[in-house]
């Protein structure tokens, strides 16, 4: 068990609707990341804080994509107008120190 | 070309046997590498983590780092069932950012 936690597990929305994942490192983890990852590929980066300061975005991240970690902490992933494309695992990952980065179970979405 | 390449299998071994995986990169920043397993529908877990060149053992699991051939390799001794999954190798160039993934090579161990 890594500690980082993930809400919900699973979500199923229409197209177009607005999703809204939650991610919960250990208090330790002062770096965290969001990917995603669809069926056969490795984990995409899409963003990265240093506590509460967002330092990176892929390139790849559209507009439509937006995170937050307030006063550090947990973090947000929202997806607004989601379209199929969407579907994917959307994984969160802290880390300490060290640059491992330890992973949550995910938020598998399903856009339809 | 892509950043790291993986090869995504499948690799089937029997029960015992030793598993050789290996990633090529391009980026001669990477000073970092580390090995993933993955099971299905789970997030990744983190396997083993190696700085610069050279070799690290843990248990039944050797990592390799050859950064002059820009090539890592995670091999596995006395497989298992239980090793049935997913690898992943990622690596990044400063500590902290971003680590970038190979697809993974999916590993089925039979007994």
């Known amino acids: 068990d890594t500690g980082v936690s993930q809400n919900p597990r699973h979500k199923i929305t229409k197209r177009g609707q607005n999703v809204t994942f939650r991610c919960d490192p250990i208090?330790?983890?002062?770096?965290l990341y969001w990917y995603r990852q669809t069926l056969g590929q490795g984990p995409e980066f899409l963003t990265y804080?240093?506590?509460?300061?967002?330092?990176?975005k892929s390139r790849l991240l559209s507009d439509r994509f937006s995170a937050e970690r307030p006063k550090g902490s947990f973090s947000t992933l929202e997806i607004q107008r989601t379209e199929q494309g969407d579907s994917a695992m959307y994984l969160c990952?802290?880390?300490?120190?060290?640059?491992?980065?330890?992973f949550g179970q995910g938020t598998r979405l399903t856009v339809v | 070309q892509k950043e790291v390449e993986q090869d995504p299998g499948p690799l089937s071994v029997p029960e015992g046997a030793i598993v050789s995986l290996n990633c090529t990169y391009s980026?001669?920043?990477?000073?970092?590498f580390m090995w993933y397993r993955q099971y299905s529908r789970k997030g990744p877990e983190l396997l083993m983590y190696?700085?610069?060149?050279g070799n690290k053992e843990d248990g039944r699991f050797t990592a390799q780092v050859d950064k002059s051939s820009k090539y890592i390799s995670l091999f596995i001794r006395d497989s298992q069932p239980s090793d049935s999954a997913t690898y992943l190798c990622?690596?990044?160039?400063?500590?902290?950012?971003?680590?970038?993934f190979g697809k993974g090579t999916t590993l089925s161990v039979s007994s």
């Open positions: 208090s330790e983890h002062n770096r």
């Open positions: 980026n001669s920043a990477f000073q970092y």
């Open positions: 804080f240093q506590n509460e300061a967002q330092l990176e």
């Open positions: 990622a690596m990044s160039g400063q500590a902290g950012t971003a680590l970038i």
């Open positions: 190696t700085y610069s060149s």
């Open positions: 990952a802290g880390g300490q120190g060290r640059p491992e980065a330890f």
